[in-house]
Nanobody, 126 residues
């Protein structure tokens, strides 16, 4: 089992940047594919980005392509989400998730991930 803790959220103006981190404990992160999801108030949790076990493969939601970058450092047991050109519609609680087996699931839904963090709030002001 793996425990995930997100950090790096906060309040930022539109056009600004933030870097989220997801630190894992309990098991080496290298056996998991990792994903970032977000949930805005009143909305369902939605996929943002994913990365396979060694970082060679990544996936992004259309809404964040070209603005967000996912990366991982297995030696530090940490996954990152670098966010640039933030928009008010990016405001949400951001969650990291782990999927055992290391490969990005074909269908990017919450059901395809095994472990979740508690989330970190990102607020983008206009």
């Amino acid at each position: 089992q793996v425990q995930l803790v997100e950090s790096g959220g906060g309040l930022v103006q539109a056009g600004g940047s933030l870097r989220l981190s997801c630190a894992a404990s309990g098991r080496t992160l290298s056996v998991y594919a990792m994903g970032w999801f977000r949930q805005a108030a009143g909305n369902e949790r939605e996929f943002v980005s994913a990365i396979n076990w060694n970082g060679a493969s990544t996936s992004y939601a259309d809404s964040v392509k070209g603005r967000f970058t996912i990366s991982r450092d297995n030696a530090k047991n940490t996954v990152y989400l670098q966010m640039h050109s933030l928009k008010p519609e990016d405001t949400a609680v951001y969650y990291c998730a782990a999927r055992y087996g290391g490969y990005i699931p074909t269908i990017a839904t919450t059901k395809t991930y095994d472990y979740w963090g508690q989330g970190t709030q990102v607020t983008v002001s206009s």
